[in-house]
Antibody, heavy 115, light 110 residues
Framework: EEQLVESGGGLVKPGGSLRLSCAGT????????MVWVRQAPGKGLEWIAS????????YYAESVKGRFTVSRDNAKRSLYLQMNSLRAEDTAVYYC?????????WGQGTTVTVS | QSVLTQPPSASGTPGQMVTISCSGS????????VSWYQQAPRTAPKLLIH???QRPSGVPDRFSGSKSGTSASLAISGLQSEDEADYYC???????????FGTGTRVIVL
């Protein structure tokens, strides 16, 4: 079964840092572009970062550019999101997803609370 | 600050058809493919439609997508109670160099 599992969420103070992880199983992780999407409480979906399979291309939403860094370790089949200078408005459920034809496999999400 | 606009809600009785619109611009829907996602309460989103009108395996053919110019639509025919969820459109935006999601539409089955 193709699966993504996020971890690393938690409570952090404004200005603090957090690193999210996303482990992929059941598919050839190396060959897929991956994305991070977040959802603030009671709000809609917001794409925040993408990374290509070989880490050549990385894209960020303006809302996180310069503060968040997306990376991956294909040998460990893992995707990461380093979040620095966190703000209250970064409070959200963070999802990782595989992107090939649309975002076709999603993790269950990990909650980040900045307070 | 979503750049894709959807109606906040849509409703219908079981068996009816519901259509959700998604309005964008030349830099997103006008020049890239559209995907649609279903999100039931307290669950992760699920891909319903990709490449404007393609259903992944396992998605019922009650769900169909279309695109014309800078707008797209999702139609749900034969509405069922389990279709009650939030629905989002999405596309790549060439100006923003990123994915953009729609504002989301809550479908209510009366």
């Amino acid at each position: 079964e193709e699966q993504l599992v996020e971890s690393g969420g938690g409570l952090v103070k404004p200005g603090g840092s957090l690193r999210l992880s996303c482990a992929g199983t059941g598919f050839s992780f190396t060959y897929y572009n991956m994305v991070w999407v977040r959802q603030a409480p009671g709000k809609g979906l917001e794409w925040i970062a993408s990374i290509s399979g070989g880490s050549i291309y990385m894209y960020y939403a303006e809302s996180v550019k310069g503060r968040f860094t997306v990376s991956r370790d294909n040998a460990k089949r893992s995707l990461y999101l380093q979040m620095n200078s966190l703000r209250a408005e970064d409070t959200a459920v963070y999802y990782c997803a595989r992107h090939v034809n649309g975002m076709d496999v999603w993790g269950q999400g990990t909650t980040v609370t900045v307070s | 600050q979503s750049v894709l606009t959807q109606p906040p809600s849509a409703s219908g009785t079981p068996g009816q058809m519901v259509t959700i619109s998604c309005s964008g611009s030349s830099s997103n829907i006008g020049s890239n493919v559209v995907s649609w996602y279903q999100q039931a309460p307290r669950t992760a989103p699920k891909l319903l439609i990709h490449a404007n009108n393609q259903r992944p395996s396992g998605v019922p053919d009650r769900f169909s997508g279309s695109k014309s110019g800078t707008s797209a639509s999702l139609a749900i025919s034969g509405l069922q109670s389990e279709d009650e969820a939030d629905y989002y459109c999405a596309a790549w935006d060439d100006t923003l160099n990123g994915h953009v999601f729609g504002t989301g539409t809550r479908v209510i089955v009366l």
